[in-house]
Each structure stands twice: as structure tokens, then as C-alpha cells.
């Protein structure tokens, strides 16, 4: 099992940026397909980003597609989303998470391991 644990949130002016990282416990983080997710308030989660366990497979929600750029490095146990021109509407909790299947997915039911969330908050 793996444990995930988000930083680098925090508060941002539009237009500015933000890195987020996500941290994994245990040896076996190049195991994993990860994935960014976030929520809004009063609105559902919804998937922002995802990485294939190679790096190669990668795909992005459209409302961040040319802002937002996810990474990871497998030596580090670490996943990142560097998000640039940050917008208002960009305020959430975000998420990321894992899964050991064959393949990435961006709906939440692809990922069996969350992370408790790291708070995103963008001003006008």
C-alpha cells in the first residue's frame, strides 16, 4: 500500500504560479500511475492530470491544457504539478493520487490511493 502526501499549495495572485508536490511513501512509486485531481467548493472533484508509471502517458484536464504540467520523479518518490497564469476558477483542494492497475485514468474511480490534499487559492 502507499501513502500519499500533497504540498506546495498555498496563496497566489492571478496570473501567478504554484508547484505542487506529491510525496510517496514505500519503494515502490515507479509501481504507480498518478494522478492529479481537485475540488471546488460545493462542487464535485474532478481529475486535472495524469501520469503513466513510464512518464511517457500523460494527459490533462482541457481547463488547464498549456498552464499546467505534470512530472514525476521515481528516484525522489515524487510526482509534481507546476501550474502556471493561474486562475480564480483554479481554487481547490487538490488531490493527487495512484492506482497499480495497467493503465492511467481520469475519472476517480481509476485510483484506489488519495492523498489528504494540498489547498490551492488563487485571487483576483
Known amino acids: 500500500q502507499v501513502q500519499l502526501v500533497e504540498s506546495g499549495g498555498g496563496l497566489v495572485q492571478a496570473g501567478g504560479s504554484l508547484r505542487l508536490s506529491c510525496e510517496s511513501s514505500?519503494?515502490?512509486?515507479?509501481?504507480?500511475?498518478m494522478a492529479w485531481f481537485r475540488q471546488a467548493p460545493g462542487k464535485k472533484r474532478e481529475f486535472v492530470a495524469t501520469i503513466h508509471r513510464s512518464g511517457v502517458a500523460i494527459q490533462y484536464a482541457d481547463s488547464v491544457k498549456g498552464r499546467f504540467t505534470i512530472s514525476r520523479d521515481n528516484a525522489k518518490n515524487t510526482m509534481y504539478l507546476q501550474m502556471n497564469n493561474l486562475k480564480p476558477e483554479d481554487t481547490a483542494l487538490y488531490y493527487c493520487?495512484?492506482?497499480?492497475?495497467?493503465?492511467?485514468?481520469?475519472?476517480?474511480?481509476?485510483?484506489?490511493?488519495w492523498g489528504q490534499g494540498t489547498q490551492v487559492t488563487v485571487s483576483s
Open positions: 493520487a495512484a492506482n497499480s492497475r495497467l493503465r492511467v485514468y481520469s475519472i476517480e474511480d481509476g485510483y484506489d490511493y
Open positions: 514505500g519503494r515502490a512509486f515507479g509501481t504507480y500511475n
